[in-house]
């Protein structure tokens, strides 16, 4: 989708915007590739969209088997509580691919005020801040940090902030996601002063004290504690 949409299917709403699918106002757990899976459906509804033409969204650029789709489905189908055998939101259209069922309608809000971020990251001279929701690393146009060097990924990373916790994942990257001299090996909570590698690019992640959550502004006062030396 080139811009934020929000659109309500049942008690279901998908923001393209924040990269949150809530239901009843619960945000729903969705791997990157099964949120992009329901964006491409939502935006093709009615119209159903080839295993090809899917693939070349979720895996751009890079070959994977048949069952590789067949998996995202399922993940998705899991969380929107849809049946394969008599799908509802998600219809296979068989020997082609799938197609979006449901009635599905555009929303919107009113304007929130802006609000200073509770986070961001620091890269050489640069400020970016971090909001509300998903934002993606790597050499994708899209990306919020666009990161040109050969050894990152088209989306080779995401920092998820939600609920004054910042978490760091891995995408499946090539050649891996590291914080501070450890590669990454799944979701990983950020704190003040985190140093992220992606190649020979290192990004450091500042948080506003009074946004953090008590456990992780106990665990950063530890942390600088253990540097300094002292007990």
Known sequence: MGFAVRIQFGDFVFDSGTRLLTRSGETQALSPRAFELLGALLEARPEA????????????????????LTWIVSELRKVLGDDARRPKLVRTVHRYGYAFSGEATEVSEP???AAAPCCWLEWGDREIPLGEGEHILGRD?????RITTPRASRRHA????????????????KNGTFLGGDRIEGPTELTDRSEIWIG??????RAAPTTLTTETATRTKRNKRTRSGTS
């Not at 895996?59 to 590789?68: G, L, M």
């Not at 995401?158 to 499946?172: K, S, T």
């Not at 020979?200 to 992640?205: A, G, I, R, Y």
Request: glycine residues 6%; aromatic residues 6%.
């Open 49 to 68: 969209l080839s295993r090809k033409q899917l693939n070349e969204r979720l895996w751009p650029d890079t070959w994977v088997s048949q069952a590789s």
């Open 111 to 113: 304007p929130i005020p």
């Open 141 to 145: 146009p899209g990306a919020l940090v």
């Open 158 to 173: 995401r920092i998820l902030v939600q609920g004054g916790r910042a978490v760091l994942e891995d995408l499946a990257s």
């Open 200 to 205: 020979s690019e290192v990004l450091t992640f």
